[in-house]
């Protein structure tokens, strides 16, 4: 079988999506499938065609200023790159058939047209956002391809709510459940860019606060850099009880969540947040916000792995003190559950649904 990913960014760009769509093709490819990338060159200096492991990277485009936002932040791409990153997967595509084609929903236009583009096409929709223009981009993406996948059971149910007949899975971003271990309680984390909408700041004050509110000394480690970085470092980098450890290795993260407490995660807007899966991989619970869009709530609440409240300190920090006085059924489910994350359960679900597609395409034909 050959499937061919359309995304915007890919490999050595890092995120959530980069890395998922990275672990999802060199699982497939590991079960025999061939897999192409379709991305755009977003640093100008990359190279045009390029073996990664398992998986064939076809940099259609270059755009060494595709990540720099516009119009004051107002506009996060540059639609002009968009349109031809889109016209140059529809010829790429021409030229050369995939039986299944997955459209990123970013950059949004490429899942236009999925269903010109092969005979099996999936849109992934990591988030739904609110505004009108949204909406109708979110609707011509959702129409554009024959099927839909959705990183969280919660944005399932959204699709087919708002789009009855649509043919909806939800394939989580996977991670490898054995690498990971559940060692000690040691301290608080928070790991993720250090973007405004993540509020990084919230979850450093609600550690603050904690501490003082009951006496306490939780350490938190922060992970992760960002354009907040230097502005929070001025600021709390001389409070004993928060370490900024920046980037570290694979091995580093997971010993760092093999021993920490609890995962804070303040963001108002995210789709599957890797770090949820890794954290209950470790046994570590977390604690978000109940922001509409932040799809980090309904991993948390379908898994029972810790709780969604306000954002606000006072509303953190009585979160953390709900978790610890239920804790072990948290620290359990986490455990538990995670199974369903594992990346052999998730890649063969997918291939399931991908079959099951093949075969409706085959009746509507």
Request: proline residues 5%.
């Amino acid at each position: 079988m050959k499937l061919a990913i359309i995304t915007e960014v890919y490999h050595p760009s890092v995120g959530g999506q980069e890395i998922r769509y990275q672990e999802l093709a060199e699982k497939l490819a590991a079960k025999g499938v061939e897999i192409t990338v379709l991305t755009i060159d977003y640093d100008g200096k990359l190279l045009p065609k390029e073996q990664i492991g398992p998986v064939q990277v076809e940099r259609l485009i270059v755009d060494a200023d595709y990540k720099v936002l516009l119009l004051g932040g107002r506009l996060p791409r540059n639609p002009a790159t968009i349109y031809k990153f889109t016209k140059k997967c529809r010829e790429y595509l021409k030229r050369h058939p995939q039986d299944v084609v997955i459209c990123n929903q970013w950059p949004v236009m490429p899942a236009f047209y999925g269903r010109k583009m092969g005979p099996v096409s999936i849109v992934d929709i990591c988030e739904f956002r609110s505004g009108r223009i949204w909406d109708y981009l979110e609707r011509r993406m959702m129409h554009g391809c024959g099927q839909v996948m959705t990183v969280s059971r919660a944005l399932e149910a959204q699709a087919r709510s708002r789009y009855p007949g649509l043919i909806v899975k939800t394939i989580p971003s996977g991670i490898n459940v054995h690498n990971y271990r559940d060692s000690g309680r040691n301290h608080f984390l928070f790991a993720g860019r250090l973007e405004p909408h993540k509020h990084p700041e919230m979850a450093i004050e609600a550690t603050l606060a904690f501490n003082r509110k009951f006496g306490e000394n939780a350490k938190l480690k922060i992970l992760g850099s960002g354009k907040m970085k230097e502005e929070l470092i001025a600021k709390y980098g001389g409070e004993p009880a928060i370490e900024f450890c920046g980037f570290v290795s694979d091995a580093e993260k997971i010993d760092i969540l093999a021993n920490a407490e609890l995962l804070l995660l303040p963001s108002v807007r995210e789709g599957f947040p890797r770090v949820i899966a890794e954290c209950m991989a470790s046994g570590v619970p977390t604690l978000t916000t109940d922001a509409p869009d932040n799809g980090g709530k309904d991993v948390v609440n379908d898994f029972n792995v810790g709780l969604a409240v306000p954002l606000g300190v006072d509303e953190f920090v009585e979160g953390i003190q709900a978790i610890r006085q239920n804790y072990e059924q948290y620290h359990q489910n986490c455990l538990k559950n995670c199974n369903e994350l594992d990346w052999d359960y998730v890649v063969d679900d997918f291939l399931s649904f991908v079959n099951q597609s093949k075969e409706e395409e085959v009746i509507n034909v």
